[in-house]
């Protein structure tokens, strides 16, 4: 997350400047809690430090200890954002889509596919998330769609925080479609609501039957499973209907679609699911 | 490793509960962690101490309220305990079950001075 604001993961870097922007520029709407923490406390090289207010004061005569009920989601502050991000983008008509899935599994690829089966019928944006470098990013604008690159060093999810803030420099336009590509792994990207309508998992046919089943909770938060590269199946041992019936297991409501970016099968099934819900 | 996040997550929840609480040390958290939440308990353990380190819970005991999962059965409309996401109903057999709880992360209560 961002330093200026305190919020203690200060490798993440958004495109075009690392993420230690000055106040002047920081537009991001806070909510109350959140603005005081930019006086109360602020990250350094060497970790947070407090004491710059209430924190650290000592109150004479409120020395013993004393029990506090405090009841709250430590997703919380995440679900906060996740919703000032829905908010906006509800109001903008813009249908979000967090795509997530193992490294490797195809989803740039994939995603380039439907990109161009979607250009020109629909405005498209595109926000990148990878540990390093913004190769996905640059091949996404080869295809003249606007794409954002978000660098979340040693972080192994995007989070809702993170995606205000690229949404905020991206180019939006009203009533399209934005695809989020998280970063590539299978298990934390699954607590993390960023905001999207639907949270999509891709899993290629290379990686074996048994991940709904190793990995459940990817599979219980997704609505559909696109199971790709499945042109490779002839040259495999692959159970499709074991992979299917796994997924099912975990999750009844999800819908499975095969897909194939080399071969383009299950495409247009894929775009209709996507404008259908629209 | 979402730990890490987690942990960080609830140093901001106990920050700013002290603010508003005006207390300046934090002696123990007792966090609910259901079973089904996805969250390993010894690495949360260990990234709570990172965290906190240099802040006023640093050294705070965590305490884990395990919460079972639970979930109710598409076939005989049972609650049952669940051991894990994807396990058929112990009662009939009958899959899959909706989870109904076991997926909390909450931090409940707080020990202060």
């Known amino acids: 997350m961002c330093t200026v604001c305190g919020c203690g993961e200060g490798e993440v870097k958004i495109e075009g400047n690392a993420h230690h922007h000055g106040h002047g520029g920081h537009q991001h709407a806070h909510n109350p809690p959140h603005e005081h923490a930019h006086v109360q406390y602020r990250a350094t090289g060497n970790g947070l430090h407090f004491g710059l207010g209430a924190a650290h004061a000592h109150a004479p005569g409120l020395s013993q200890s004393r029990m506090v009920q405090i009841e709250q989601d430590i997703l919380g502050k995440n679900n906060a954002y996740a919703a000032q991000n829905r908010a906006l983008l509800a109001a903008r008509g813009i249908f979000a889509i967090n795509l997530v899935s193992s490294p490797g599994s195809g989803k740039t690829t994939l995603l380039i596919r439907t990109i161009e089966g979607l250009q020109g019928k629909i405005p498209l944006a595109v926000i990148e998330?990878?540990?390093?470098?913004?190769?996905d990013a640059e091949r996404i604008r080869a295809t003249g769609v606007p794409a954002i690159q978000i660098n979340t060093g040693k972080g192994c999810?995007?989070?809702a925080h993170m995606v205000g803030h690229a949404l905020e420099k991206l180019n939006l336009v009203d009533h399209g479609l934005l695809f989020i590509e998280?970063?590539?792994?299978?298990?934390?990207?699954?607590?993390?609501d960023l905001g999207e309508a639907h949270k999509v998992v891709i899993l290629s046919v290379t990686e074996g039957e048994d991940k709904p089943l190793k990995y459940p909770d990817m599979f219980a938060a997704a609505d559909l499973m696109l199971l790709n590269k499945v042109d490779l199946l002839p040259y495999i041992s692959f159970d499709v209907q074991k992979c299917i019936a796994y997924a099912q297991r975990v999750n009844s409501r999800i819908r499975v679609i095969l897909t194939s970016a080399t071969s383009g099968e299950g495409m247009d099934e894929w775009l209709e699911w996507l404008l259908a819900r629209k | 490793m979402h730990e890490m996040s987690l942990a960080e997550g609830m140093l901001q929840i106990i920050e700013d509960n002290a603010r508003n609480g005006g207390y300046g040390r934090v002696k123990t958290v007792w966090l609910e962690?259901?079973?089904?939440?996805?969250v390993e308990v010894e690495a949360m353990k260990f990234c709570f101490d990172a965290v906190t380190r240099d802040s006023?819970?640093?050294?705070?005991r965590l305490e884990i309220i395990a919460t079972e999962g639970e979930g109710r059965c598409p076939a005989c409309h049972k609650t049952v305990r669940l051991a894990e996401r994807y396990d058929p109903c112990p009662a009939c057999g009958g899959c899959p079950v909706e989870v109904t709880g076991g997926t909390e992360m909450r931090i409940r209560e707080l020990e202060v001075e």
């Open chain 1, 129 to 135: 998330g990878d540990q390093q470098t913004s190769f």
């Open chain 2, 33 to 38: 962690i259901g079973q089904l939440a996805g």
């Open chain 1, 157 to 159: 999810h995007l989070d």
């Open chain 2, 56 to 60: 006023l819970a640093e050294g705070a």
């Open chain 1, 182 to 192: 998280n970063v590539g792994n299978l298990v934390c990207p699954a607590s993390f």
